[in-house]
C-alpha cells in the first residue's frame, strides 16, 4: 500500500498525534480518525501507532494515499474514505480568494485579489493593508479565511512549520478601521509577535480624521471598561466606556476597567461642511478594543462620522475615517524589518481634500 509521508517539525514536538491529524483533516470525524489509526492506515516512523502518541521532532506520519482520493477517484466498491481537499498537494498557486464586505448593511460576497493586500511578507509573518469593512475573523468569508487558502498555496510548501499550525490574525483591527494587519504564517512568527506585543516593543500608528481643532500634541490616560448594555441585539456591535478614573475615587471601580494610553499629534486642521476638523497621527501605548474612538470622543474630538462615539453623521464612502498607517519592531532574527509604513488610502485622501487637507501635509 502507498503512503505519503509528513515530518515532525520542532515546533511540533510533544503535541498529541490526533491534534496535529485533526487540524489538517478537518473535515474527518474524529472516530473515523481514531478507525484510521487503528487500523494503520496512518502511522508514525512505519509503526502501528495510538491516537493519544506525543510525536517528537523528526517522526515520519504516514498517511495511505487513497485516503487523499477525490470523491470521482473512489474505487469501485464506493468505500474509499474521501477527504478534505485541503489534503492534497497544491501545485496551482490560486490568487483569488473569497472574504466578506457589506454594502448599506447587506452583506455580499465579493472576489479580491488578496496579493494587492501584501505589504510585506516572509515565512514568519504576513503584514496586509486592510480594507475598509472586512471582517477579519469568525465568519466564512472573514479575511483569516483568505490568509489560510493563500498560506497553504504560497507560503506552507516552502517553510519549516508545524503540521498543526494554522495562520492568524496577531492582533485587533475594528472592522471599519483600516491598514496594516498582521498575521502570523509560523508559530515562531506568532510567539515572537505575541511576547513582543505583550512586552509593548512593538509600535502601532495610526492617523485619523477627528472633529474640532487640536492644536498641541497630548497625551490621554485614561480607562476604557466594557458596556455591555450598548450590545445591539441584531449585530452583536457594543461601545466601550472611556473615562478619566476607574472610579475607585467616587466608590464605584469597574471590575473590568483597563487603562488606556494613547497619544495625539495634529497634523492639519480642515473644515468639513462647517465642521472644523483635524487629521491627526495617533500613537497607542495600550491596545484596548475601540480605544482610540472611545478616547477621542471623551477628550471632544469624536472620529468625524462616528456616530457610536458622538461624532457628526456624514455621507461619505466611509462611516469615518482611521487607518493604521505605520508598524515598528524590535531587533530580532526573523527578518521582520524595523519599520512597515504606508500612505493613507485614496477614499482617505478624498476625505481630505473636500476638507481642505492636501496629502501632502501626512
Known sequence: MDFKHFAVGEDDDGRRLDKILKRFLDNVPLSQLYKLIRKSLIKVNDKKSRPDYRVI?????????????????????????????????????????????????????????????????????????????????????????????????????????????????????????????????????????????????????????????????????????????????????????????????????????????????????GSFEKTFVTLAEITIGTGRKHQIRSQCSLHNHPLLGDTAYGGKKIKAKQDFYLQATELTFPENKLGIPSQIRISISNDFTDILSYCGIKKTNV
Open 57 to 269: 521532532s523528526g517522526d515520519d506520519i504516514s498517511i495511505a494515499s487513497f485516503l487523499f482520493l477525490s470523491e470521482h477517484e473512489k474505487t469501485s466498491d464506493g468505500k474509499t474514505p474521501a477527504l478534505n481537499k485541503n489534503l492534497q498537494n497544491h501545485h496551482k498557486c490560486e490568487k483569488y480568494y473569497n472574504f466578506q464586505v457589506s454594502s448599506q448593511n447587506d452583506k455580499i460576497t465579493v472576489q479580491t485579489d488578496i496579493s494587492k493586500l501584501i505589504v510585506f511578507e516572509n515565512e514568519h509573518i504576513l503584514i496586509l493593508n486592510k480594507p475598509y469593512d472586512v471582517i477579519i475573523h469568525g465568519e466564512k468569508y472573514s479575511l483569516d479565511k483568505a490568509v489560510v487558502e493563500y498560506w497553504k498555496n504560497n507560503i506552507k510548501d516552502n517553510s519549516d512549520n508545524s503540521l498543526s499550525f494554522t495562520p492568524g490574525p496577531l492582533h485587533r483591527i475594528d472592522r471599519k478601521t483600516t491598514g496594516l494587519i498582521v498575521f502570523s504564517t509560523s508559530l515562531a512568527g506568532a510567539r515572537w509577535f505575541s511576547e513582543n506585543i505583550k512586552n509593548h516593543t512593538i509600535g502601532k500608528k495610526y492617523h485619523a480624521l477627528v472633529q474640532g481643532k487640536v492644536f498641541e500634541n497630548q497625551e490621554w490616560c485614561d480607562f476604557i471598561s466594557k458596556n455591555e448594555e450598548s450590545k445591539t441585539k441584531i449585530s452583536g456591535f457594543h461601545k466601550v466606556q472611556a473615562s478619566f478614573s476607574d472610579g475607585k475615587e467616587e466608590g464605584i471601580k469597574s471590575e473590568n476597567a483597563k487603562k488606556a494610553q494613547t497619544f495625539i499629534k495634529p497634523v492639519c486642521i
